[in-house]
């Protein structure tokens, strides 16, 4: 990615709309007053709509829902009498009491600042075209995302199933990040070190520090000072390791491995799992403080599933990355229902070896057509049940991807074939109850991610 600019330029005058949401006119009229003391430009089109509304008015919520269906709102009462659970349950995304004074105006007119610059943001093409996606549910996550990024320094935690743009929205956090001069990207997959190696893999060591410490190597915290390091499957780390990183990640200081010396980095920590973190910790999983260190700011990526507006985009941008001369050929109907109702197990990740698969296959500068689409992507035929296979199939390769090797895989596969046999015999056929039977039913892992960043700390420039 290209660096932005818009960091230079002045901030822009905010702009609104005001909704008398049932509040008396004299009172709009004051706070409208207000607000362009403030330097708040009114405007019918602002994104940005401020409901004023009496908190006695038992219409309120309801006229909140709707202003918020076409934008954000800042839900503004003129006594402070509301539940503003309740109003930000309605659909504002911001509420505050007004109490007449200048004071009041103008943190109105530094938050509607603050939304213009996420918006301008999210809307420019750096953005757009890197995270590819419209849907609500998307673009509410990415909002959050650009926020986090620009104007915090916290620790981000994203969260979302294997696929989802974890590891992509890690790299538009660091782009965005507003330091300069600002370090690269380092990226640790936390899945692949391995703990005798690991002070050596976060500290560095000095040379002679162990046996084969041939010379002086750096660790992930100091490659990434004055920039951004990505732990990804930081769910994956040990209960032990979690331990060793606390100092680090609350001072910033360390020891290389065969060091006395305490050295400093400065960096910004971005975390990336697809665990319930927060489930792994009351099983005593995973460790609060070091919870509470890591997840600063919380992102959740939404699954392919929850945004199934956002298919055809994606499967047009994939087009693009093959074939960036010319335009993604049109989808037939056939080929359009077919992606938009197939599952994705890996979500976009799938979604994009899918996009592959059929544009390689596609000649010509005619639509996509049901040709195109390989044979083991084909839909079942009508009264062919292979949902199972395709399954079973999906769950393999995602495994693989993830580096399981095929005696593993195999092992699982007879395990789960034996247990199956078993419990027929004993006449329990969903595998529940049967005699003899463990007590819980063997269930397959949730599929690991595929290793992208290989083992190691890997620096982005
Ligand atoms: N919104 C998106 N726009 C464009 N490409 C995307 C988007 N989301 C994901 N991708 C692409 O999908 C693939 C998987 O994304 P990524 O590696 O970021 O997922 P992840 O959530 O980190 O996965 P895992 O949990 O398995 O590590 C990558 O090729 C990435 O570029």
Known sequence: MTALTTETRRPPAPTAWIEAGGAPDDAVQAVRGGLTSAGVRLEPNARGRIVVFDPDDPGAAARLTAAAASGRVLALALRDATDGWELLRAGASDVVIWDGTPDVAHLIADRLRRWHAVDELLDCPHVRDFLIGESPAWRAALRDAVEAARFTNSAVLITGESGTGKERLAELIHDLDPRRPKRKLVILDCSTVVPTLSGSEFFGHERGAFTGASTVREGAFELADGGTLFL?????????????????????????????????????????????????????????????????????????????????????????????????PPLSEPVRDLLLHRDYPGNVRDLRSLALRIIHRHLGSGPITVGDVPEHDRPARPGEDRGGDRRLELYLRDRLAAGSSVDELTAEVRAEAFRLCSADRHGAPNGAGGPGEPEEPHRHRVPEKASLTGAGAAPRG
């Open 232 to 328: 990804d499957e930081v769910g994956e780390l040990p209960v032990t390791l979690q331990a060793e990183l606390l100092r680090v990640i609350q001072e910033g200081t360390f020891k290389r491995v065969g060091s006395n010396v305490w050295r400093k980095s400065r960096f910004r920590l971005i975390c990336a799992t697809n665990r319930d973190l927060a489930a792994e910790r009351e099983r005593g999983g995973f460790r609060s403080d070091f919870y509470f260190r890591i997840a600063g700011c919380t992102l959740h990526l939404p699954s392919l599933r929850e945004r199934p507006e956002d298919i055809a985009g994606l499967f047009r941008y994939f087009c693009r990355q093959v074939a960036p001369d010319r335009e993604p």
